[in-house]
């Protein structure tokens, strides 16, 4: 079970994704995590840049902090992973769900990535199972498969913290969409209440946050027993099938991420790009009425 040592966490959001990255510290030494970074991308242009990967860098020099694990929750839709360009500075490992397998195995043929694109989840460096245990200095580390967004989706609990990808937003705000392929709102159900059944004052980081209405701030932490009386789509007395109907009906009506193409063609890769062609140049791939 995961250490009773309290981890330190440091957020950094995105403001073009609301994406919230983190540094997931060891109070007792310099050993930290980086979860979910994100790479700068312009779509009108094509350019990327590093400008929240370096905030992450900044912060780790800065506290002089040996970064062990690079950590993905899964293969996000809505921004590209930096997971390359941190792996490059400090030399750690890239992590991600086991399930990455069938993620690939889906996208690798909608894109049409050819027999080179590797469908065996050896682009990272560790694929985690359900249940498997992992250090952050002293900190002791287990994963929760937690599927349902996503085939690959992966909880991290870290000491008295829990890094839950896309399953949870903030209670004001409900849950994660399950319509890309793989995904299923009964899955999703019984992934959150796997997560719900943490001890309640577990800390749940959020990978997003939107601001519900009639809330100013961002905000991207909660708790088990916050999340269990008053999230507004899944709190304590919803029933699966509750949950299942309204997931549907709703995502029916979301349009879809408007950075999802290059993003999975680059996450489903540990965060490389599509391999150069004879020109030098690699190239994401815009499938015509396929999704």
């Given at each position: 079970m995961p250490s009773n040592i309290t981890p330190m966490v440091e957020g950094f959001f995105d403001d073009a994704s609301n994406t919230i990255s983190y540094i997931v510290k060891d109070p007792t030494s310099k050993s930290c995590a980086l979860i979910d970074s994100v790479l700068d991308f312009d779509m009108a242009s094509g350019r990327t840049s590093f400008e929240q990967a370096?905030?992450?860098?900044?912060?780790?020099?800065?506290?002089?902090?040996?970064?062990?694990?690079?950590?993905?929750?899964?293969?996000?839709?809505?921004?590209?992973?930096?997971?390359?360009?941190?792996?490059q500075k400090f030399g750690a490992k890239i992590g991600i769900g086991a399930n990455i397998t069938t993620v690939q195995e889906v996208f690798g043929?909608?894109?049409?990535a050819g027999t080179e694109f590797a469908m065996d989840g050896s682009q990272f460096d560790k694929l985690f199972e359900d249940g498997e245990m992992f250090e952050i200095g002293a900190l002791k580390a287990r994963t929760l498969n937690t599927p349902g967004h996503t085939p690959a989706c992966m909880t991290y609990v870290i000491g008295d913290a829990a890094f839950v990808g896309d399953t949870l937003f903030m209670p004001d705000f409900g849950t994660a969409r399950t319509d890309f392929p793989g995904g299923s709102a009964e899955k999703l159900y019984k992934s959150?209440?796997?997560?719900?059944?943490?001890?309640?004052?577990?800390?749940?980081?959020?990978?997003?946050?939107?601001?519900?209405?009639?809330?100013?701030?961002?905000?991207?932490?909660?708790?088990?027993?916050?999340?269990r009386e008053a999230n507004v789509h899944v709190k304590e007395g919803t029933s699966m099938e509750e949950f299942a109907a309204f997931r549907t009906e709703r995502d029916a009506?979301?349009?879809?991420?408007?950075?999802?193409?290059?993003?999975?063609?680059?996450?489903?890769?540990?965060?490389?790009?599509?391999?150069?062609?004879?020109?030098?140049?690699?190239y994401l791939k815009i499938p015509?009425?396929?999704?």
């Open positions: 370096d905030k992450m860098i900044a912060y780790a020099e800065e506290n002089q902090l040996e970064v062990e694990w690079i950590l993905e929750t899964h293969v996000h839709a809505d921004h590209l992973s930096a997971a390359p360009y941190l792996k043929k909608a894109f049409n959150i209440w796997k997560i719900l059944q943490l001890p309640s004052k577990t800390r749940l980081f959020m990978c997003h946050d939107y601001k519900a209405p009639g809330r100013d701030e961002f905000k991207w932490e909660t708790t088990v027993q916050e999340q009506n979301l349009s879809m991420p408007k950075l999802i193409l290059p993003s999975v063609q680059v996450n489903m890769r540990a965060g490389q790009m599509p391999p150069a062609e004879e020109d030098g140049t690699s015509i009425n396929k999704f």
